[in-house]
């Protein structure tokens, strides 16, 4: 476990459970649900490569080829490789971090990480490269946030679900929460609100998933492409040498 701090934030990085964020506290005001029982899908903020989301019943066909990938929420594969994996910690200083994985899929490739926290935010930079062979990608993040007082999100459009809780490639009208939905086109700055705190949430993503049907968490989940990308369209191609690479920041405004 790596410690960061920056003025009154304190932050935790861990690169032994898939090189996830985990407690955040900013001003006392704990951040992220950081309880490690909850399971790994529920609790920090973890990067999502080389897919986002779930891929339909892990399989997918990408160069003329069909691929299977591990089942880990049946009957899909769901998040990627990289949030169950142990990351190599590159560098680390008193409020940053490096850290590096292979990918462990038939394409290979490595995911990279740097955090830095300072006194108002926390910025995160995820990095995929592609090795010797050509591959798809759809890379994000994961935060499970405690559960806001509000929170100000709004969006232009989301994906339609079918029975099987798949994002489909058709647009829609926002659909009253609660969502385990992807949505595009934040209307205004998706903001959380705490007793005497607000976070925003901020990404070069053009995705967002939102999942608010637990009683004491909230996810926002900015990703580079939709879930099911590798079938229904979105992912990028990657040629060996390439990289794909995104960015979320949180900033947080005190009040007294």
């Known amino acids: 476990m790596i410690e960061l701090a920056a003025g009154d934030a304190r932050l935790t990085v861990h690169p032994e459970d898939g090189g996830r964020l985990g407690r955040l506290v900013v ?31 892990g399989r997918f066909r990408f160069d003329g080829l069909n691929y299977r990938l591990p089942i880990n929420l049946a009957p899909h594969a769901i998040h990627g490789t990289t949030f169950m994996a142990e990351w190599e910690v590159l560098d680390a200083g008193l409020d940053h971090c490096e850290l590096q994985v292979a990918l462990d899929w038939p394409f290979g490739g490595t995911a990279h990480q740097h955090i830095h926290l300072h006194e108002r935010g926390l910025n995160c930079l995820l990095t995929v490269y592609a090795n ?7 890379i994000g993040w994961h935060p499970c ?48 609100h705490y007793p005497g705190l607000t976070l925003t949430v901020s990404s070069d993503c053009d995705h967002w998933v939102v999942f608010d049907e637990l009683d004491d968490a909230l996810c926002v989940e900015p990703q580079s492409g939709p879930p099911d990308a590798f079938n229904i369209g979105g992912a990028a191609r990657l040629e060996p040498g390439d990289l794909l690479q995104r960015r979320m920041s949180f900033q947080w405004a005190t009040e007294p």
Not at 31 to 54: D, K, T, V
Not at 132 to 138: H, I, Q, R, S
Not at 164 to 173: G, K, N, R, S
Not at 178 to 186: K, L, M, N
């Open 27 to 57: 001003a006392g005001t704990s951040l992220l649900q950081h309880h490690p029982s909850r399971g790994q899908m529920g609790w920090g903020s973890f990067p999502m490569a080389p897919w986002a989301g779930r891929v339909r019943d």
């Open 145 to 192: 946030f405690v559960k806001p007082i509000s929170a100000d999100l709004e969006f232009t459009q989301m994906y339609r679900r079918d029975l099987d809780h798949i994002a489909v490639p058709v647009l829609i009208d926002p659909v009253p929460h609660p969502w385990d939905d992807c949505f595009t086109g934040p209307l205004a700055p998706l903001r959380l």
């Open 132 to 138: 010797a062979l050509p591959m798809p990608a759809v």
